[in-house]
């Protein structure tokens, strides 16, 4: 027998545990932990990033037009879990936890060195959806370790220790 389930928040799984970072105007760097998100076109390649309207990296990402997605492995679960629990609003997270950064080739936004991939996008429209604002980037550019782009210019997922962070 089946019955009604009460909880309909995040109801499909899986969601990807990506960092997804920004710059403000003024040339402020922040990232955020990030849950909502997928690909949302193939032919153009899009992705799809939801960021409530409260978080810090709101407005930078609303004012500039551009994000990088960062793929996250195990080994960057404690930068993880401070940079999806502390805001940029009270502090220079990147720095606090040392993190190294690099420019985008295409957008001006900071790329997450730390992490092995690392996909720049400009926000091509947004949809606010409730609680969160869909944001559709056009991917623009992707870096990744050379050992993890397979012959066909791909990405080798199986290469990839993605994180698993709930
Ligand atoms: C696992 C996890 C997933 C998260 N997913 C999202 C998300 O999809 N959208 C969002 O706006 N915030 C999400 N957050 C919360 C933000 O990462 C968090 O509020 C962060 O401190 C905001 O940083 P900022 O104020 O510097 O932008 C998530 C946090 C965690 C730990």
């Known amino acids: 027998m089946k019955k009604q389930v009460t909880d309909f928040k ?27 998100a997928c690909n949302c076109s193939y032919d153009p390649p899009m992705v799809m990033v939801g960021i409530v309207p ?8 609303k004012e500039t037009g551009v994000f990088v997605v960062n793929l996250v492995t195990e080994a960057l ?11 940029g609003r009270d ?6 936890l040392d993190m190294k950064i690099g420019e985008g080739k295409k957008v001006n936004a900071p790329l997450l060195l730390d992490c092995p991939v690392n996909i720049e996008c400009t926000v091509v429209d947004s949809i606010k959806t409730g609680s969160h604002e869909m944001f559709v ?11 993890l782009i397979q012959e066909n210019g791909r990405l080798d997922f199986s290469k990839i220790n993605i994180i698993k962070f709930r």
Do not use: F
């Not at 499909?12 to 909502?36: E, F, H, W």
């Not at 409260?54 to 990402?61: E, V």
């Open 91 to 96: 502090e220079d997270k990147l720095k606090a």
């Open 77 to 87: 679960r404690k930068e993880y879990a401070y940079l999806g629990s502390h805001s």
């Open 137 to 147: 980037g056009k991917v623009a550019y992707i870096h990744a370790h050379e050992e």
């Open 10 to 36: 995040s109801c499909l799984k899986t969601m990807p545990d990506i960092l997804v970072s920004c710059r403000s105007k003024d040339g402020q760097d922040n990232a955020l932990a990030v849950a909502y």
């Open 54 to 61: 409260s978080r810090y990296s709101y407005h930078m990402i």
